[in-house]
């Protein structure tokens, strides 16, 4: 029966298990004012729930709606606190909200505006082109290193957020390497009709996978440390992050990793430190600290 319900209701059903869960109750008027239905297609979308799902909501007269059982198991949304902190913070049910200034699950969630540092939608749509068609590309493109803007074809395989800013992950014709390339800093680009040469298979940085070893600055003291490791969730003290091996640099920084050899730097601003340094570091030399 799972398999035959249509994705629109599917979507509303995974909105009564979210909202159900973490909200202690969900209503008619919620499941409408999410989806901008009517409260008789709504009371028709819980009863189908019901249907499908018998043990776990049962109705509460006191609040008008259906809380969670005590047998309460999720059979449409995934529940995990990485899915559902973005959904709070974007403020959608799972597929966008039609009413995008009202709250959807009543539970307010704000996140940290960072300045736009994003392409035109005309240079991005040339990206994504050549993405999808495994596609040659021409930028125009400034980088860091060099003081005028520079023309070049690269081939891009992947789109890359690294929590303060998107890149894409190319191959460079010029350098014979696989690269980052900060979307901000295409002032133009064109999805030419010719093939890729290379692909994501072909870059080993990016498919290649590896385990940092964290550990707390060993400077703060032993009950700071403890709550950083309960704050990480580690085991046997240690915080074990797997990731490719191109995105170690923007890692290292975003978690404020202290990369000194010597572990030097402020343990109020960089609270962890490196374990494997030996290992990781031919990966990301631009962020080590001698």
Known sequence: MLCEIKWAIRQRMQFIEVT?????????SDVARAFAIS??????????????APENLSYKHSVFGFVPTSAFKPAFADLSVATVLPLLEANQTMNGSPNPTESVFNIPAVNMVL???????????????????????????????????RTRIIEPHSLVN???????????????????????????????????????????DWIEMIILKLSPHPKLDKRQQESILIDYKASDNVIKVNLRRSLIGYLLRQLAV???????????????????????????SWVFQD
Do not use: M
Request: charged share 30%.
């Open 20 to 28: 159900a869960y973490y909200s202690g109750v969900v209503t008619r």
């Open 39 to 52: 409260d008789a297609a709504a009371t028709k979308d819980l009863k189908l729930y019901s249907d499908i």
């Open 115 to 149: 300045p736009n540092r994003l392409p035109s939608a005309a240079v991005l749509c040339q990206i994504t082109r050549a993405i999808y068609g495994h596609k040659k590309l021409r930028v125009n493109y400034r980088s860091l290193t060099d003081s005028k803007q």
């Open 162 to 204: 690294t929590g303060f800013r998107w890149h894409v992950r190319a191959y460079n014709e010029d350098s014979f390497d696989f690269r980052d390339f900060v979307l901000s800093r295409f002032e133009e680009a064109n999805c030419l009709n010719d093939n890729a040469e290379s692909s994501a298979s072909y870059d080993e």
């Open 258 to 284: 202290d990369t000194s050899s010597d572990h030097s730097q402020d343990p109020k601003q960089f609270q962890l430190i490196l374990l494997n340094r030996d290992e990781i570091e031919p990966f990301a």
